[in-house]
Antibody
């Protein structure tokens, strides 16, 4: 199973950007689609987007279009999520997760490959 | 408001069987497999059920999932105090170019 280790907590001012990293151990990582999910204090899970194994294709939740960029570096088995123009409502724990479920083109995945990082607290405060 | 509707809370006593519902549409549950997650506050979600009714290794058979049409359910039998947690359903949704969606979550209290 892939182990996912995320970067540490961040404190940012409104209007700033944050980039969270997620590093994987295990060579199967290179074949996995990776998701980013966030959870605001006391709230539910909110999907942000997905990136394909080669890093060439992404899908973002409509809410984050234009403000989020997901990338991956296959040489270091890492994925990154950058969120720009931060506001107080972006204060949340951000998780990376492998596979979960997805449909890309005619290909859909549903299975038990479902690993989560430990979460990264991002606090936006002036 | 999530496109997958769950009751905000559920409760039961030890040993009891409870179910949590998840209502969607033809764009998501009606067309795709459903996952269920358990989340203890302060920890990452844990996969309980995938592909509607499959349990990953290590998940007790007290947990079971089902799907019918555009709705899905999670059942927990022989309720235990350690089952007290938040539970989320999730599925792919074909609208808006496609996205993964979580239900709003159900907080389970073991009385």
């Amino acid at each position: 199973q892939v182990q996912l280790v995320q970067s540490g907590a961040e404190v940012k001012k409104p209007g700033a950007s944050v980039k969270v990293s997620c590093e994987a151990s295990g060579n199967t990582f290179t074949s996995y689609f990776m998701h980013w999910v966030r959870q605001a204090p006391g709230q539910g899970l909110e999907w942000m987007g997905i990136i394909n194994p080669s890093g060439t294709t992404t899908k973002y939740a409509q809410k984050f279009q234009g403000r989020v960029t997901m990338t991956r570096k296959t040489s270091t088995s890492a994925v990154f999520m950058e969120l720009r123009n931060l506001r107080s409502e972006d204060t949340a724990v951000y998780y990376c997760a492998s596979q979960l479920g997805y449909c890309f083109g005619a290909s859909c995945y549903s299975g038990d490959v479902d690993q989560w990082g430990q979460g990264t607290q991002v606090t936006v405060s002036s | 408001q999530s496109v997958l509707a769950q009751p905000p809370s559920a409760s039961g006593t030890p040993g009891q069987r409870i179910t949590i519902s998840c209502s969607g549409s033809s764009f998501n549950i009606g067309s795709h497999a459903v996952n269920w997650y358990q989340q203890v506050p302060g920890t990452a979600p844990r996969l309980l059920i995938y592909s509607n009714n499959q349990r990953p290794s290590g998940v007790p058979d007290r947990f079971s999932g089902s799907k019918s049409g555009t709705s899905a359910s999670l059942a927990i039998s022989g309720l235990r105090s350690e089952d007290e947690a938040d539970y989320y359903c999730a599925a792919w949704d074909d609208s808006l170019n496609g996205f993964w969606v979580f239900g709003g979550g159900t907080k389970l209290t073991v009385l």
